[in-house]
């Protein structure tokens, strides 16, 4: 069970030993399985991406350690010998097309395997090989990045951490600013990622309907702790708990708490359209067959 | 009612490149709120941007409350349009909140006892004047749009345009600053134009118009624009939720026999069914 990513008690506290010091992780002890497509939820500044960071040890825990593919990050972790571990576990932020710079789509896609010492021949193919996953177009390698739509320059970023193979995929926000077809894309692309490539995928987001339609297990954080952990029936079935959170429901239940409030005697809280359709048909058509 | 912005046969490229909108025409009307949608690189921010005088016309006529948008006029036209944008931090200049408010009162010298009346009363219509002294980068995203709102509610423009500037908040955050912006709208008697590709926010719209490349497909009223789900999708968007339910609906015989309900309208159709089932 070396590559379940562990966290073992880990606080970590922001500008420690100041009179700002502020704790974004409380105490949290979660295990991430592998294989999981896991969603993070949380409102603003409830330690979503603070947690995240700690697994590829862009942050370290002020207390406590985390155990990520049989590697231990501790306080006393420094910044040596982290490569093994930071290609392992792909890290897409928010807005990622910030980070293009290269004048080439394929030399910005293969500017990470070359910094991990992967020759010029094979970092190209293993660019090639990521623009595939990402269904970009190879008679686009030749572009400049900054030509293409906000879509594609995304997916170019995305493809630069994908060509470093990792085995974890921590994504941030990834559709934030996306059109509809944008942000379907990206997400089908994280799910065939974690069917086709087996890969982890973290997702934290702001989206329910994203958490109901493709992860498999959510964490809610709230104040720098982890509040609940479970798959996205159990973290929505209470739709006053998820409230409380200041989080929004997936647009399906949202809309039966509506109904229900308007006297509609709904018994679940259906998470998709299709089973709110079936929830309501139910209600019209088995009525009319007591008639 | 009048238009109180006329586009009439606009052509626009960018430098080197094809021409986005070829004789392009259309209308806003006054006191009302136009969606116009389209996916990414449509050309909808290039029109918010021509309207407002921030980019050149190639050719064609744009006319706005009755001045047409040329150098001569340029400073008047853009006295009557607020622009907010995606990123409200793109646009932040003053130190504190209230500094940020009274900047564009200080560029039209405006007397200090007056500048100091109205950004108050700007901070408290987008219920921000208790943050008055905070620093507008340590907001969270929402505020920050409510205090880039509330510098442009003191300048008293006639028309405000929103250039998805809700694409970058959450669900919750995104529906408070449409309703400011509907309540402000009301109150001071505004047109707005709200650029997105947010189909729920359209749906509230009075007129939609629908954007690609750079073409108008169509404009109408949102229950007309929301009934055809595939042509949406067609165009890279999505149908309101609404019309997916009722498209769910409709797969499992129950056919409410319209083209598209809002969420009220929704429900009280199916409280109406069970009730009378």
Not at chain 1, 242 to 261: G, K, Q
Request: no cysteine; proline share 4%.
């Amino acid at each position: 069970m070396d590559q379940e990513i562990n966290f073992n008690q880990v606080t970590h506290t922001y500008q420690v030993n100041t009179p700002f010091a502020q704790d974004a992780l409380d105490n949290v002890s979660v295990t991430i399985a592998p294989g999981s497509f896991t969603a993070i939820i949380g409102h603003t500044g409830s330690g979503k991406s603070t947690l995240v960071q700690h697994i590829n040890a862009l942050l370290k825990p002020t207390t406590g350690e985390i155990a990520v593919y049989g590697r231990t990050i501790n306080p006393n972790t420094t910044n040596k010998n982290l490569k093994q571990l930071r290609k392992h576990v792909g890290m897409v932020f928010q807005f990622p097309e910030k980070q293009l710079f290269e004048e080439t789509v394929i030399k910005d896609i293969m500017f990470g395997p070359k910094n991990y010492g992967v020759s010029e021949q094979d970092a190209r193919r293993d660019a090639e090989d990521a623009m595939k996953l990402v269904g970009l177009d190879e008679n686009l390698s030749e572009k400049s990045p900054f030509d293409l739509s906000g879509g594609q320059m995304r997916r170019v970023a995305i493809a630069g951490v994908l060509a470093m193979k990792p085995q974890i995929l921590i994504l941030d926000e990834p559709t934030a600013g996306l059109d509809p077809r944008g942000h379907k894309e990206i997400m089908d692309l994280a799910q065939e990622l974690h069917d086709q490539q087996h890969m982890t995928i973290i997702l934290v987001t702001h989206q329910m309907d994203d958490v109901v339609d493709y992860a498999s297990d959510v964490i809610v954080m709230d104040q720098g702790k982890i509040v609940k952990h479970g798959n996205p029936q159990e973290i929505f079935s209470n739709p006053q708990w998820v409230y409380s959170m200041h989080l929004d429901l997936p647009s399906s239940a949202e809309f039966a708490t509506r109904l229900v409030d308007e006297g509609v005697p709904l018994r679940h809280t259906p998470l998709t359209i299709e089973k709110l359709a079936d929830e309501i048909a139910q209600l019209v058509q088995g009525g009319q067959e007591h008639e | 009612m009048k238009d109180i912005i006329q586009i009439k046969n606009i052509s626009f490229n960018y430098p080197d490149q094809p021409l986005l909108f070829d004789k392009l025409s259309m209308d806003v009307h006054e006191g009302e709120w136009t969606a116009i949608i389209g996916q990414n690189g449509s050309g909808k921010s290039t029109l918010a941007r021509l309207i407002d005088g921030l980019i050149v016309l190639k050719s064609g006529q744009i006319v706005v409350d009755g001045l047409t948008v040329n150098d001569e006029n340029i400073f008047e036209i853009r006295n009557k349009i607020g622009m907010v944008f995606q990123n409200p931090e793109d646009q932040f200049v003053g130190a504190t909140v209230e500094d940020d408010v009274a900047f564009g009162l200080e560029n039209r010298q405006v007397p200090r006892e007056e500048m100091h009346r109205i950004v108050e009363k700007s901070l408290r219509q987008v219920g921000m004047w208790e943050f008055r002294d905070r620093i507008p980068a340590n907001l969270s995203g929402g505020q920050k749009q409510r205090v880039a709102i509330a510098g442009i509610v003191a300048l008293s423009p006639k028309i405000i345009i929103l250039d998805e500037a809700t694409s970058m908040l959450d669900p919750r955050g995104r529906q408070e600053i449409l309703s400011l912006v509907n309540e402000i709208k009301k109150q001071n008697k505004l047109t707005v134009i709200s650029i997105t590709h947010d189909i729920d926010e359209a749906a509230g719209a009075d007129w939609v118009i629908v954007v690609n490349n750079g073409a108008i497909v169509e404009e109408d009223k949102p229950d007309n624009i929301f009934g055809d789900i595939e042509k949406l999708e067609s165009i890279g968007l999505s149908a309101p939720f609404t019309s997916q339910l009722m498209t769910a609906l409709k797969a499992r015989g129950i056919d409410s026999h319209s083209q598209y309900l809002n969420d009220e309208r929704l429900i009280t159709w199916i409280k109406k069914l069970i009730s009378t089932k």
